[in-house]
């Protein structure tokens, strides 16, 4: 459990890294676009589709930082009746059929990228458009993973395992 914890924290540090770098480079990206329209009248040709995906980096890179926090969407009015235990294990159940349903949006995404996108296509600064795009199913990826380790915490506590016995299993 130690090691999932360790890893989790990991994980979390470099994707808020990246949320930082992706919105702050969106901000300065769209405020440069600005100035260049009202001062110069003219803008970067890439400067809109740059900003177009860092929005999809940013919201699936928040997503994943929701889903760790338990602050994405979630029905719960059925797990407010249940008892402690019992929502343990409703709560497992959940975040498993979550985990399968990112299963599944995640060869959607793939199959979004590798079918969708033109494999020659240039988006800008040598970046292609497929490579901007596997933020779909790797986002995806990254809940998935987040949905797996809740649910595996859900299953410790509810079978009361302790931190060093969780470790060994």
Request: charge should be positive; include cysteine.
């Amino acid at each position: 459990m130690k090691v999932l914890r360790s890893f989790d924290r990991v994980l979390t540090n470099i994707i808020s890294a990246l949320l930082v770098l992706s919105l702050v480079t969106m901000l300065t990206l769209s405020a440069v676009q600005v100035i260049l329209r009202l001062i110069f009248h003219s803008g970067t040709l890439w400067g809109d589709i740059a900003a177009r995906y860092l929005v999809m980096w940013v919201g699936f890179l928040g997503a994943y930082l929701a889903t760790r926090e338990d602050r994405h969407l979630r029905i719960d009015v059925l797990t407010r009746f249940l008892k402690p235990k019992v929502r343990l294990w409703f709560n497992a159940f959940s975040d498993l059929f979550a985990a399968v349903i990112c299963y599944f949006l995640i060869r959607a995404g793939w199959t979004f990228v590798v079918l969708g996108m033109d494999a020659d296509s240039i988006l800008f600064l040598g970046l292609s458009q497929k490579t901007a795009a596997m933020i779909v199913p790797v986002g995806f990826a990254l809940m998935m993973i987040q949905f797996l380790i809740r649910m595996i915490e859900s299953i410790n506590k509810a079978t009361g395992k302790t931190e060093t016995e969780a470790a060994a299993s």
